[in-house]
T-cell receptor, first 114, second 112 residues
Framework: EAGVTQSPTHLIKTRGQQATLRCSPISGHTSVYWYQQALGLGLQFLLWYDEGEERNRGNFPPRFSGRQFPNYSSELNVNALELEDSALYLC?????????????FGEGSRLTVL | GNSVTQMEGPVTLSEEAFLTINCTYTATGYPSLFWYVQYPGEGLQLLLKATKADDKGSNKGFEATYRKETTSFHLEKGSVQVSDSAVYFCALRGAAGNKLTFGGGTRVLVKP
């Protein structure tokens, strides 16, 4: 069974441009989560989608947005890129929406803003 | 809101040493608790979990016990190997929501 897949693996942009990152969840998973892992270690929650709807949003500006498609894949868009947006962006999916289930993570998309 | 605090690294150990990574949390309700591991160049993998008080999660020689009275979920391994070198994240999933809240991560380096 395929895991969570993310594309592109690496992306280089310049300040002011837009970046689009994509995520395909594990088959059957309806929830998709996005996290930012900036230089250092910490994981910051960005967005949670379930059944096509945005369910929760972290403390990020509106230029971070996304959507979930009918096949449950998801897209993260970052507009007006800033240098501090350089980070590893991790997507995760889960099968159930109860709090005992784990999230399954992809290997991430590394965004570099020059 | 929910929060997780874990000891800062890096933690440097010799092979076969005992490893403890402290993790404490703040949450309303009855969260589930997780340890994830991130090996170099890879995404996060679930290491173990516990979903209620006094549960013990275990995997690959690692253990952690959900202690509600001390709001802790410390990770332990009795004899580490070089292959255990990684970043370890403690996380909780609250009763009221579904996202994972992570601690800051602890880098562990095991030397031969």
């Amino acid at each position: 069974e395929a895991g969570v897949t993310q594309s592109p693996t690496h992306l280089i942009k310049t300040r002011g441009q837009q970046a689009t990152l994509r995520c395909s969840p594990i088959s059957g998973h309806t929830s998709v989560y996005w996290y930012q892992q900036a230089l250092g270690l910490g994981l910051q929650f960005l967005l949670w989608y379930d059944e096509g709807e945005e369910r929760n949003r972290g403390n990020f500006p509106p230029r971070f947005s996304g959507r979930q498609f009918p096949n449950y894949s998801s897209e993260l868009n970052v507009n007006a890129l800033e240098l501090e947006d350089s980070a590893l962006y991790l997507c995760a999916s889960s099968l159930v929406t109860i709090n005992t289930g784990e999230l399954f993570f992809g290997e991430g998309s590394r965004l570099t803003v020059l | 809101g929910n929060s997780v605090t874990q000891m800062e690294g890096p933690v440097t150990l010799s092979e076969e040493a005992f490893l403890t990574i402290n993790c404490t949390y703040t949450a309303t309700g009855y969260p589930s608790l997780f340890w994830y591991v991130q090996y170099p160049g890879e995404g996060l993998q679930l290491l173990l979990k516990a979903t209620k008080a006094d549960d013990k999660g275990s995997n690959k020689g690692f253990e952690a016990t959900y202690r509600k009275e001390t709001t802790s979920f410390h990770l332990e391994k009795g004899s580490v190997q070089v292959s255990d070198s990684a970043v370890y994240f403690c996380a909780l999933r609250g009763a009221a929501g579904n996202k994972l809240t992570f601690g800051g991560g602890t880098r562990v380096l095991v030397k031969p």
